[in-house]
């Protein structure tokens, strides 16, 4: 058991024992290895408690069984079937509604001191943002995986290598949506100030992101607007790779998205930081 | 001997909707090592400010501070890797088993897995956690919770360790126990001690010497013995009447309520 760098126990009455100095590794191999030791706590954590896995995926799911089946025959004005529409609209809800809910276990983590505790250790403040997410982009695959697999029981039909692109989408907007709400939750005291904030930006969003039915059945103002937000172009984007279309519209999400997971992570990195958050 | 703490004129200001509010105006302090010191202040009297600064959870606005050998201004992350920090709220998810959390905790101070297991199992054996090791921590009765909380901040070697109320909410044996530990800590790894309290009984058998604050500087400092001597009049005052000589107020409050940044 001891070590080098583990000294034993001194009895009582020995002058102080001074533990030979640790080397400080270099800030990127610690951020890697902080991250993965936040990333696997998380995940422990999630698994031993499942009641998160079932949560998010809920929603998206009951719509996909109650609501999929009336669009079968509805035209809905793009490439594919009305399930080539749906399933992407409903990998993006998944995003919303569970992502976005991230911050939450912060909040409690909070309530017991548990973020205080890992501030006051040389942990990468990076990490601690990064392996949250990490684990949070794991549990949004693994629930995308059931999402496409119930769709494909119902009908979908879709090129392996569009749902795979479909999947990056889900881990970039993941990391998003998940920055986004871990830096609100950091920034709020109580679950009653998160919840509110969360869900007046979500429902918009959702609705202007054509997650439902797409953009192109909307009239002139209500498509301008939607061209504000950024997960339309991601919505477009994993819809079009559903019917096997790389092209711009893949491209013009991947920059969306891209952007919008670089400004998240920044905003997200800048309140880790701040002393006294 | 170096002083483990050392600051001069650190002070904290917060900028609130109504104006500047000069939480902690400044304070100097030298600790030298292997102190067992007690600090203590009315509510409002920037103690837990001050505690906050010194643990790198709260940047300063003003003044300057060395800690455990690093300069609390410019590298806070040293400060961080020789400082151990237990909050009254401690500060382990109460799902997780008491073996994870010394362990991950080992490993934010970047000790490998090995270790790690071996340091969470040598802490354990030591502060008589060895049989709830794999118990979740929400299965510990407050002493134990207590001990768990204080192996968590030791798990490095720190220099010093920084204790706030730590005996709030603790039955009378388990205090009793908890400055049995404290003391240990002490004399057995020559570990500095700094605690808040607002036991006024706790401060006098515990702390080798008093730092009193209020308004956001310190007012009064010194042995105990002292204290009671200069401000109550006699050796055998009590510390309570000298803390209201000293303050003008009759306890330390139970809490101080943090501003909100």
């Known amino acids: ?277 | 001997m170096t002083p483990v703490i050392h600051t001069t004129g650190l002070a904290r200001t917060f900028t609130t909707k109504r104006g500047t509010v000069e939480a902690v105006r400044g304070i100097d302090l030298t600790v030298p090592a292997g102190e067992i010191l007690g600090f203590l202040g009315p509510n409002g009297a920037g103690k837990t400010t001050t505690l906050r600064m010194l643990t790198t959870l709260l940047a300063p606005t003003g003044g300057s501070a060395t800690v455990a050998g690093h300069d609390l201004l410019h590298d806070s992350a040293g400060v961080r890797r020789r400082i151990g920090y237990v909050a009254q709220s401690g500060g382990v998810d109460p799902a997780v088993s008491v073996r994870e959390e010394l362990t991950t905790q080992a490993r934010l101070y970047r000790l490998d897995k090995a270790d790690a297991r071996a340091r969470a199992a040598e802490l354990a054996a030591d502060l008589d956690l060895l049989d709830l090791l794999d118990r979740p921590c929400a299965a510990l009765s407050g002493g134990q919770r207590r001990r768990l909380d204080i192996a968590m901040g030791l798990v490095h070697h720190p220099d010093v360790l920084f204790l706030d109320e730590p005996t709030t909410g603790l039955d009378p044996g388990s205090r009793v126990d908890l400055w049995h530990l404290i003391r240990r800590i002490r004399d057995e790894w020559g570990t500095t001690v700094f605690l808040t309290t607002h036991y006024l009984d706790e401060a006098d058998a515990l702390a080798d010497r008093l730092v009193v604050v209020d308004h956001g500087r310190v007012v009064a400092q010194g042995t105990a013995h002292a204290l009671k001597t200069e401000y109550a009049g006699s050796p055998n005052a009590s510390l309570q009447d000298a803390f209201i000589a000293i303050t003008g107020r009759r306890t330390p409050a139970p809490s101080e309520t943090p501003i909100a940044v």
């Open chain 1, 1 to 277: 058991m001891s070590t080098s760098s583990t000294p034993s126990t001194p009895t009582i009455g020995t002058a102080r024992v001074v533990p030979p100095a640790r080397p400080v590794p270099s800030a990127s191999a610690a951020l890697v290895s902080d991250t993965f030791l936040i990333f696997g706590r998380y995940l422990r954590q999630t698994v031993s408690a499942k009641i998160g896995l079932i949560f998010g995926i809920i929603q998206p799911l009951l719509f996909l069984i109650l609501f999929g089946p009336l669009l079968r025959d509805v035209p809905l004005g793009g490439d594919g079937d009305s399930w080539q529409t749906l399933v992407p609209g409903l990998l993006v809800q998944l995003g919303l509604f569970s992502a976005a809910f991230a911050g939450f276990g912060i909040l409690i983590e909070k309530q017991h001191g548990v973020v205080e505790r890992m501030r006051v250790t040389p942990v990468s403040r990076l990490a601690l943002l990064l392996g949250r997410v990490l684990k949070d982009i794991v549990q949004m695959l693994v629930q995308s995986v059931v999402l496409v697999v119930v769709g494909v029981a119902f009908g979908l039909r879709a090129p392996l290598l569009g749902v795979l692109i479909g999947f990056g989408f889900v881990a970039l907007m993941t990391a998003s949506l998940a920055s986004l709400s871990y830096a609100l939750a950091m920034r709020v005291d109580s679950p009653q100030e998160f919840a509110p904030v969360v869900n007046s930006v979500n429902l918009p969003v959702m609705l202007l992101s054509g997650i439902l039915l797409p953009m192109s059945l909307a009239p002139g103002w209500l498509d301008g607007i939607s061209r504000g937000n950024p997960l339309r172009y991601q919505v477009q984007a994993v819809r079009s790779a559903f019917v096997g279309d790389y092209g711009g519209t893949v491209g013009m999400g991947v920059l969306t998205a891209l952007g919008l997971v670089a400004v998240s992570v920044v905003l997200g990195v800048r309140v880790f930081r701040r002393a006294g958050a």
